[in-house]
């Protein structure tokens, strides 16, 4: 079974030389310069995952991002030149799942879009065979591992991959505090740093798909200086 990848980078050399990485490693791949395009390739055609880039000449990479999340799941990969802190917060905010600063190493961009294939193909497969628990019910809150399926209050939550998992190890450690660095580690499978905003920025994502008041939420609650939790 194909694995359709979109590109959107105006740069034709990264673009390229993107292409070829990917191609090597057997995936399909679908490569534009200009957003108006991605998007008529995003209706027309099943993808698994896309690279898309912060500066386009038609709409910039986070309205596209937000753009594909209105009906896409699958996991998005930012690539920008940019380096400030508010700029990686506001793409993991808009639904991106990772984020490469360029320049980057090409085997890097390899293996970040390896990790997010292997979690979302996963995911929508349904869980792992087992005798692990595979789902969560509990103050109007219904999340299945089995079925990838978050339902609140008899609403359906339309979460990524990544938002899932966190909202998934949270409920598997209800009552617990989970501190940002387990988070992080057991949901992206990186060594944590100190100064990385990936956990808060998805936590404040999931909130919001969650309808959860930022100051007083009931579900995700914060421990300050220790971590997040469900009670």
């Known amino acids: 079974m194909e694995t ?56 910039d990479g986070f309205t596209l991002c937000q753009k594909i999340r209105e ?26 799942d990772d984020y490469l600063t360029k320049p980057f190493n090409p085997l890097e ?34 999340i299945s591992r089995a079925t990838h399926k978050c339902v609140l209050f008899g609403e359906e939550l339309p979460l990524t991959p990544l938002e899932f998992s966190i909202l998934w190890h949270l409920c598997q450690h ?11 580690e057991s949901v ?3 060594k944590y740093m100190d100064s990385n905003n990936t956990v808060m920025s998805h936590i404040a994502r999931l909130r919001e798909k969650m ?5 007083k939420p009931k579900f995700i609650k914060t421990v300050w200086g220790v971590g997040y939790t469900i009670e």
């Open 109 to 142: 961009l390899v293996a970040r879009v390896k990790t997010q294939l292997r979690r979302y193909t996963r995911y929508n497969q349904g869980g792992q065979p087992g005798g692990e628990v595979q789902e969560h019910d509990f103050r109007g809150l219904q």
């Open 211 to 215: 309808h959860e008041p930022s100051r």
């Open 71 to 96: 009906a896409h799941l699958f996991p998005i990969l930012m690539l920008t030149a940019r380096v400030e802190d508010m700029d990686k917060i506001m793409g993991l905010t808009l639904g991106a």
């Open 4 to 59: 359709n990848i979109l590109i959107v980078d105006d740069e034709a050399a990264i673009a390229d030389l993107v292409e070829v990485y990917l191609k090597n490693e057997g995936y399909t791949v679908h490569k534009f310069g200009r957003a108006g395009d991605a998007l008529a390739c995003v209706a027309s055609t099943p993808l698994d995952l896309a690279i898309l880039d912060v500066m386009l000449p038609d709409m």
């Open 188 to 190: 992206w499978g990186e």
């Open 174 to 184: 209800r009552g617990q505090v989970v501190s940002s660095e387990e988070l992080f």
